[in-house]
């Protein structure tokens, strides 16, 4: 049994495409690409490019290294050396800079790497904190036997609390007292 192809990568005969939607999808991919060959050959081979080209739609897209209108420019003055001191000098800013933006990368990266591990000892602390701590988990991961710790703790510190409460309220009161038996002012505004 032969093996059939599969409608992924297939071989097209290089024509005009005559589907206006497909001519137009097509067209938009193929821009892409061509415009990031482009881009590709002017940083390898240090070229200067215009590329300028007309969707189906009669949009224009283009793309250029340093600029389209000074390639253009260039073309049709059919003039080489116009500008070419200035681009020299932007050329040798742009090496110039590189070492110092090698280094603000380097830092930079350094800095990520130090946060990233910090974030992974915090992640490392709270996992611990949470199986020591097993009440500091959130509630939807807690089992039925240490729900019922839970509430047994809720209890016993809500009970705890309002013995502390009514403690510290009998203290008030008898100090109320105390000072309002022996100084009438203080009884007046207590009253």
């Known amino acids: 049994m032969a093996k059939k192809p599969s409608l992924g990568r297939q071989k097209i005969k290089i024509a005009k495409i005559q589907t ?3 001519l137009q999808v097509t067209f938009s ?4 690409g061509l415009f990031k060959k482009a881009s590709e050959l002017c940083t390898l081979c240090g070229v200067e490019i215009a590329i300028v080209v007309f969707s189906p739609a009669g949009k224009v897209f283009s793309f250029g290294h340093p600029k389209v209108e000074s390639i253009v ?8 050396n116009l500008n070419t001191t200035s681009l020299h000098l932007v050329e040798a800013h742009r090496i110039a800079s590189i070492p110092e933006l090698n280094m ?4 930079v990266l350094n800095e ?6 910090k974030s992974e000892t915090l992640g490392e602390m709270r996992k611990a904190s949470q199986s020591q701590f097993w009440w500091e988990a959130p509630i939807e991961e807690l089992s039925l ?6 509430k047994d703790s809720m209890e016993e510190l809500k009970k705890t609390v309002a013995a502390q409460a009514n403690k510290l309220f009998t ?3 008898n100090a109320i007292l105390l000072f309002g038996t022996n100084n009438n002012i203080i009884r007046g505004d207590v009253s």
Do not use: G, I, Y
Not at 73 to 80: A, G, H, V
Not at 145 to 150: A, D, K, P, S
């Open 20 to 22: 206006k939607n497909h």
């Open 29 to 32: 991919k193929r821009r892409s």
């Open 73 to 80: 420019d260039r073309f049709l003055t059919r003039n080489p």
């Open 104 to 107: 603000q990368l380097t830092h």
């Open 112 to 117: 990520l790497e130090t946060e990233k591990k």
């Open 145 to 150: 036997h240490e729900l019922e710790q839970l």
């Open 171 to 173: 203290e008030n009161s």
